[in-house]
């Protein structure tokens, strides 16, 4: 009940709406898709990422100023897929998005079937300090910053050499 007041969201060429927000009827001008614009559609759940949170607007940016065109892309702690989407529609090859929360698990499968990226995106229950996997060109995660920092190695260790590592949801403090 809560989400259910959410809107549509820009950052940069991508638009995150919820199911009940048309873009291309929003109000105001900034969020109706232009050329080249990504649209994402996220039905908010207890998953994180609705693009609303500052942390993923700031993977969301970041996500678009790297090349992903035919590179692998690891999302560590999904949510809602959002980045994992976000990414495939940038033109990663491949996505591995891995949660260890059920219900963010089935949000982020609804998610990735709504945007039509069933085909690049592959959502995995694992737990990061455990989650064995081939290194990717790309990696994020957006999580707190204390699993931010008590994975700090193993979110390294994901990276292959010469990749990117985007991490979001540190404290100011």
Do not use: M
Not at 8 to 16: D, T, Y
Not at 149 to 159: E, S
């Amino acid at each position: 009940r809560s989400q259910s007041n959410l809107t549509a969201i820009r950052v940069g060429r991508i638009i995150v709406a919820p199911p009940w927000h048309d873009p291309a009827a929003a109000s105001p001008p900034d969020l109706q898709p232009a050329d080249g614009d990504i649209t994402i559609v996220i039905d908010p759940s207890t998953g994180f990422g609705t693009g609303h949170h500052e942390t993923t607007r700031l993977c969301l940016s970041l996500l678009q100023g790297i090349e992903l065109v035919g590179r692998r892309v690891i999302d560590c702690g999904t949510g809602s897929g959002v980045l994992a989407i976000a990414a495939a529609k940038l033109g990663a090859a491949a996505v591995v998005a891995f949660d260890e929360d059920p219900e963010a698990l089935r949000n982020a499968r609804e998610n990735v079937a709504r945007n039509t990226v069933a085909g690049v995106v592959d959502v995995r229950e694992a737990v990061l300090a455990s989650f064995q996997i081939q290194p990717a060109a790309v990696v994020v995660a957006n999580l707190t910053g204390a699993v931010i920092q008590k994975n700090a190695a193993r979110l390294t260790q994901l990276v292959e050499p010469g990749g990117t590592l985007i991490v979001s949801g540190f404290n100011p403090d």
